[in-house]
């Protein structure tokens, strides 16, 4: 728990200003602790509305009421009167099989909760996580407010074009998470020579050419690190520009080789 207050101050005094967190990830006080400490130290030079603070519903809580419920417990959690953006975590329903047509129910209502808790000034953004194209299609039929975000894996080996393409083409940010492929892509498990020749020519490592290669698919990237040392070279992943070709040699592995190292949400109903 040290470690994550550790981590979010040593974030902010390199500069991020995103913190993306959620229900289930159980470290909702222990941020709100943090930002706590960081907001009344004048050395941090930051305050609260310097600061965009994301967090999510828990697949558990689907459902109008649920969610209200959930919404003021990750307030309350982090200790903040507002958060700029809330997701829906995941398009389905912890204790539905994934082909129950009551998921659907649910997060209609959770969105229609989401509007509400926007409009009372709590949430300033709404958006969604793990939704794919049927799930992003429904929702112009039922949202009055389509969502700001949809947050969803993405690496060379999950190159999801249609789905990054459908989401922006409705005006919503495709957010990607998981740009190391938990770790896969870095840490020797999966080995692909063009990465490490590309690197190679920036003089970059192959994880701060993995964050430039999600950017400029015009994604916002979510990279996660315990390490100080990694906190500032994803950092500096923000000053290299890949060439066309470049871009191009990573967009190809996926012609070879596919994996999805987290939730597969294509099964949800």
């Known amino acids: 728990m040290d470690t994550t207050k550790s981590v979010i101050k040593d974030a902010i005094k390199i500069g991020y200003r995103h913190i993306d967190t959620a229900a289930v990830y159980g470290n909702e006080e222990m941020i709100g602790e943090a930002l706590q400490e960081i907001f009344s130290d004048g050395s941090f030079g930051v305050k609260r509305g310097d600061i965009w603070i994301t967090s999510k519903l828990s697949p558990e809580s689907q459902g109008y009421e649920s969610t209200i419920n959930a919404v003021h417990n990750s307030l ?6 507002y958060l700029d953006l809330y997701l829906i975590h995941w398009p389905g329903t912890r204790s539905l099989d994934p082909q129950d047509p009551q998921n659907k129910v649910n997060r209609i209502e959770s969105w229609r909760a989401l509007e509400i808790l926007k409009d009372r000034n709590l949430i300033r953004a709404i958006g969604v996580s ?37 989401t922006q083409s409705l005006g919503i940010a495709f957010a990607a998470y998981s740009s190391f492929g938990e770790g896969n892509l870095v840490n020797g498990n999966y080995n692909f020579p063009v990465l490490e020749e590309i690197a190679s020519k920036y003089y970059a490592s192959i994880a701060q050419i993995l964050l430039c290669w999600g950017m400029q698919h015009g994604a916002i990237i979510l990279p996660k690190t315990s390490s100080n040392n990694r906190l500032v070279q994803n950092f500096e992943s923000q000053k290299i520009t890949l060439s066309e070709n470049d871009m191009d040699e990573i967009n190809n592995i996926s012609l070879t080789r596919t994996k999805r190292f987290i939730w597969d949400s294509n099964i949800i109903l």
């Not at 309350?76 to 009167?81: D, H, Q």
């Open 130 to 166: 793990n939704y794919q194209i049927s799930h992003l299609s429904e929702m112009q039929h039922y949202a009055k407010v389509l969502p700001s975000v949809n947050q969803c894996e993405f690496h060379p080996l999950l190159f999801t074009k249609d789905l990054v393409e459908f």
């Open 76 to 81: 309350a959690k982090l200790k903040l009167g």
